[in-house]
């Protein structure tokens, strides 16, 4: 069976609250750990509104210690907004905390803008431009210390927290590849390279350490509910959000609407439909479809997806009816005929 993962931003709703948002988090991640899911990860993300889980490492450590058996982990940590040594020092805590347990994926985006990401960097110089050499320097952080290692992360040092590559394009495809690392792509949010990403990555993998084949992660925005309209409807939230980091109106995570016709523009539903090109929205019966159809396109080892829902209950129901989903997904996907479209 394909494992499936969730991928959580902690939203902050409107009329909600930060210490809402990070309860919520531990609430779904028991939720997803109840319903047979392998992973939950969070993102790094800077001066939004809307998302409260800056400070990614506290916000796992948080949501670990609340769940027993999932792997808990990041998606990602933006590696050029840190230094090697800091990640090292915060993922071999959480090694510690919570053995065989914790993931570390990496991106080399700010996760916000570029005001923000000054602020965070002090240089931008040395940025997303170090970032090969900076995961090659977290690799060696976090595996066995040489005798003669100058630096040393404690804890950190042979925690040997398996590593990530985040990406959606063909840059951390390459890298990844060449790494010999697991590669989980964004096509959750940017669908363009996701195939040709794919054919990189597999075609340039090099067997390391960590990996000896190519392993691929592919992300999918989702919502399931108890019918098509239903679940259309609560997307709506998700259409919205988009719209306004389109206007560089971010602010807190909306409710949904009955209609988006009076709130978008035509160029603007053509951004957000294509950007959600591979959203999986539905009733029960229509997610498998797409899930398998998905999978099928992707030949995905493992595929996580986040839930954009703006109430707590209709967002764990949607974590219930993908797993329900779950498993007739892959066979779905060896059968389907839907092999060259995505609908």
Known sequence: MIPFSILDLSPITEGGSVAESLENSRQLAIAAEENGYKRFWLAEHHGMKGIASAATSLVISHVASATRTIRVGSGGIMLPNHSPLVIAEQFGTLAALYPGRIDLGLGRAPGTDMRTAQALRRNMEASGNNFPNDVVELQALLGPAADDQKIIAVPGADSNVPIWLLGSSHFSAHLAGMLGLPFAFASHFAPDMLLSALEIYRERFTPSAQLDKPHVMVGVMGVAADSDEQANYLFTS??????????????????????????????????????????????????????????????????????????????????????????????????SSETSKFE
């Open 238 to 335: 998700m259409q919205q959000s988009f719209v306004a980091l389109r206007r560089n109106a971010r602010g807190r995570f909306p409710p949904p609407v009955e209609s988006m016709d009076n709130f978008w523009t035509q160029d603007e539903k053509i951004f957000v439909d294509h950007a959600m090109s591979y959203a999986i929205v539905g009733g029960l019966e229509t997610i498998r479809r797409k899930i398998g159809a998905f999978l099928d396109l992707t030949r995905a080892d493992e595929l996580i997806v986040s839930m954009p829902i703006y109430d707590m209950e209709a967002r764990l129901r949607s974590v219930k009816l993908f797993a329900e989903a779950q498993n007739q997904a892959e066979s779905f996907a060896s059968t």
